[in-house]
Structure formats: structure tokens, C-alpha cells
């Protein structure tokens, strides 16, 4: 997004952007190559998160749809072909618990089977959570970087008008608006993570809610099982019995 932004002002100033940042100083350039850093790895993350998001909310419908209609021996035999979804290893977990306690004979107590489903969808949830954090760091950060680079641009330049002596707006401009260059690129940079991170904070919201859902389902079918007397384990192949 920085390098777009600069195009962007490159085409509305007619090519005195790449010039500016030509005959800046040092240290604005490295505030400039510190924020297409930032920028660089919040559009991977972006993109990295899109696309693992959107994988992961397919399969939990089709996981859903399948949890709804089968028995849990059969899902448990079938689980693995609805990865990557997040709701497969709280089953996998609650299942392995249930099965645990009906083969102690304690089938009926379910508070453990709770607890690992709790534990499980914890641990999901902060998978789901993982590098956001770079992306709320570059949308705080990046606009300070960049009034850094703004504010040590504009002291170069006045201190560049008083070792000339010219007084004069015309002698000033140039470096001021060399200056506000790193400004916009960092305004460029943090706002696109910060819309990502809010939007993706949403969805891990959402797939939380989801989780809690889907555990309270569980421990209703785990219940019915243990009541009707039903064998937890699988009698097939594809997954050993516990």
C-alpha cells in the first residue's frame, strides 16, 4: 500500500515524488524503508489471514452439516477430511474425553468432556489470533514513524533556511513537502492493517461464538449417547479405538 500510495502521488504531482524523495536526507529515507517493511508484511498477513479465514469458515459449515447428521463414531472416522477447520479438533478433543470417561464407566458425568472442549476451543481461537498482532502494531505505529520522518524533515529544511539566510517560502517549501512525504506513507501503511485487523477481530468473534455453539451441541449428543447406551468407540477402520 505505501509503494501504491507513492504512485498514486507520483501520477497527481507529475513526477516530482520519486524527485523529493531523491534529494531527501538520510534519515527520511529509512523512515520510508522502515514503513514499506511494515507495510509489506501487513499485506502478507492480510492475505495470509483472507485466505485461511475463508478456508476454515467453508469447511466448519460442511463440518456442521455433517456433525448435525451423523453419528459421533461416524464423524470421528471421517474427521480428518474437514481440515483446516478449528471446530475438527474441539470434537476430536471432546470425543477422545467422552470416550475416556464411558469407557470408566463415568459416561454420564460430562464435565470433564466440558472441559476439554473448553480447553480445545481456547486453544483454536488463539491459533486464529496468531501474527494479528502485527497487524494492530503497524496500524498504531506506522503513522508516528512516519510524523517522525515529517517532523525531522521539517527541522532539516528550517535549518537548512537559516544556514542560507533566504527567508523566503519558496526556499522552505521544497524540503517541508519532502518532509510530509513519509507522513502519508505512513498513514498509508497503518490503514490498511487497521481495517484488516478489525475486520479479522470480527470473524475470530464470530468463529469464537461458534466454537461455544458447537461445544454445547456436543455435550447434548454426548449426553444422548451415554444415556441410550450407545458404544462411543468405532467398530471400523480409519481411526483406532481409544
Known amino acids: 500500500m ?119 476451543g481456547t486453544a483454536q481461537i488463539t491459533l486464529l489470533e496468531r ?18 520522518g515529517t517532523v525531522w524533515g521539517i527541522i532539516d529544511a528550517f535549518h537548512s533556511l537559516g544556514t542560507e539566510g533566504a527567508a523566503t517560502l519558496r526556499a522552505v517549501a521544497p524540503g517541508i513537502a519532502e518532509a510530509l512525504i513519509t507522513t502519508a506513507a505512513g498513514l498509508a501503511a497503518a490503514i490498511p492493517a487497521l481495517i484488516a485487523y478489525n475486520a479479522y477481530v470480527n470473524q475470530i468473534k464470530e468463529f469464537s461464538a461458534g466454537t461455544d455453539e458447537f461445544a454445547l451441541e456436543f455435550l447434548n449428543r454426548a449426553e444422548a449417547t451415554a444415556a441410550a447406551g450407545n458404544r462411543p468407540v468405532p467398530q471400523m477402520a480409519g481411526k483406532p479405538a481409544l
Open 131 to 148: 501474527r494479528l498482532g502485527w497487524l494492530a502494531t503497524t496500524a498504531a505505529a506506522c503513522p508516528f514513524i512516519g510524523l517522525f
Open 2 to 120: 505505501t509503494l501504491a500510495a507513492l504512485l498514486v502521488f507520483w501520477q497527481i504531482g507529475g513526477g516530482a515524488v520519486p524527485e523529493m524523495i531523491q534529494t531527501s536526507g538520510p534519515v527520511v529515507r529509512i523512515v520510508l524503508v522502515i514503513l514499506a517493511l511494515f507495510s509489506l508484511f501487513s499485506w502478507a498477513i492480510i492475505f495470509q489471514k483472507w485466505g485461511s479465514f475463508r478456508r476454515a469458515r467453508a469447511q466448519m459449515r460442511k463440518f456442521l452439516r455433517a456433525f448435525r447428521k451423523s453419528q459421533l463414531p461416524e464423524l470421528n472416522a471421517s474427521s480428518d477430511s474437514f481440515r483446516p477447520c478449528p471446530l475438527v479438533e474441539v470434537f476430536e478433543s471432546g470425543y477422545e474425553e467422552f470416550t475416556r470417561q464411558y469407557t470408566a464407566g463415568t459416561g454420564r458425568n460430562l464435565e470433564a468432556v466440558n472441559r476439554a472442549l473448553k480447553a480445545e
